[in-house]
């Protein structure tokens, strides 16, 4: 079975500067996905960015990049210039080309003015 | 607009009632699923259906029943409220954009069984 663990329950940072948010996981397949959701309080979870297993290139969208080593099955978040909109709770996940999604216990980030 | 919707938001109900959580969408999604979150804790995977008559039980065994009848719907039943099943529950339905899935999520439902 995949697992996946996220082993920051909690991190702050500085408005304007970089964190980086950590995840590794467990798995026999081959071929997977990987995904940062971020869940801001009462409000919908929202994909902020996904790593497909096969791509050796990093994934990056805008602020938010992630740093993928398939071989450690590491996975970690890079949210560059953060803003206190960025204060939430994220969560890592893992999925085959089914559908499903396994996801780490989370890490809420706080942004400090 | 296309989106997941999910009601009530927020149930109070005591135990041994019955109760039915909503969740609908409007992007014509094939796969749909439930997950239930305690609070500040990870998403647990309990239901899911690949399209109308299909569901299957998740990762996580719950006492809830799901169905599938039509596309857009697919709630989620307790047949006998207890206090254990006090959580939050999300739905999601995920569309296909090769070669993975992408899921998007409702707002969630945070039941309270006194």
């Known amino acids: 079975a995949q697992t996946v663990t996220q082993s920051q329950p909690e991190m702050s940072v500085q408005e304007a500067e970089t964190v980086t948010l950590s995840c590794t996981y467990d798995?026999?397949?081959?071929?997977?996905?990987l995904f940062w959701y971020k869940q801001p309080p009462s409000r919908q979870m929202i994909l902020v960015i996904r790593q497909e297993a096969y791509k050796q290139q990093n994934a990056t969208e805008n602020r938010f990049s992630v740093n993928f080593q398939k071989a450690a099955k590491s996975f970690s978040l890079k949210i560059s210039d953060s803003q206190l909109g960025d204060a939430a709770m994220y969560f890592c996940?893992?999925?085959?080309?089914?559908?499903?999604?396994?996801f780490g216990q989370g890490t809420i980030l706080t942004v400090h003015p | 607009e296309a989106d997941i919707y999910q009601t009530p938001r927020y149930l109070v109900i005591g135990t041994g009632k019955k109760i039915t959580l909503e969740c609908s969408q409007t992007m014509g999604h094939d796969k749909m699923y439930w997950y239930q979150q305690d609070p500040g804790m990870e998403l647990h995977l309990i239901h899911y259906?690949?399209?109308?008559?299909?569901?299957e039980k998740g990762d996580l065994s719950s006492e809830s029943t799901v169905s599938r009848i039509r596309t857009e719907h697919f709630p989620l039943t307790l047949e006998s409220a207890r206090p254990s099943h006090t959580s939050q529950y999300l739905c999601?339905?995920?569309?296909?954009?090769?070669?993975?899935?992408?899921?998007?999520f409702g707002p969630g439902t945070r039941l309270t069984v006194l």
């Open positions: 999601a339905s995920s569309e296909r954009r090769p070669p993975w899935d992408e899921q998007f």
């Open positions: 259906s690949y399209g109308v008559n299909s569901t």
């Open positions: 798995t026999s397949e081959s071929d997977y996905y």
């Open positions: 996940a893992y999925s085959t080309s089914y559908g499903k999604l396994t």
